[in-house]
């Protein structure tokens, strides 16, 4: 089975920046792709960025130009840099992963890492 750790989170001051580490565990070889999702407190889970098999990569509208998402395969690690950040940027950050290329982006179906958390001060 597949298992995630997210790494990274902490405490920064608005135009900061923070980068997050998906330490990935398992059975990895032929997942389809590690996505990176947020979810703040009484908000809904947003996705925000996915590194597919392939290395093609895709963005959330409010991280574009912000966010960058990348792979070391030697460490079977996936990264986000976070750059710019903003206090609505707050958020519990996950990671996960699935075999179906179809479901990288959808907010449940896949193998979730237990979250590292970002605060964003003004």
């Known amino acids: 089975q597949v298992q995630l750790v997210e790494s990274g989170g902490g405490s920064v001051q608005a135009g900061g920046s923070l980068r997050l580490s998906c330490a990935v565990y398992?059975?990895?070889?032929?997942?389809?792709?590690i996505s990176w999702f947020r979810q703040a407190p009484g908000k809904e889970r947003e996705f925000v960025s996915v590194?597919?098999?392939?290395?093609?990569?895709n963005y959330g509208g409010s991280v574009k130009g912000r966010f960058t998402v990348s792979r070391d395969n030697d460490k079977n690690t996936v990264y986000l840099q976070m750059n710019s950040l903003k206090p609505e940027d707050t958020a519990m950050y996950y990671c996960?992963?699935?075999?179906?290329?179809?479901?990288?982006?959808?907010?449940?179906?896949?193998?979730w890492g237990q979250g590292t958390q970002v605060t964003v001060s003004s």
């Open positions: 996960k992963t699935t075999y179906n290329k179809m479901d990288c982006g959808h907010i449940i179906i896949g193998y």
């Open positions: 590194i597919y098999s392939d290395g093609t990569t």
């Open positions: 398992g059975y990895s070889d032929t997942t389809a792709c």
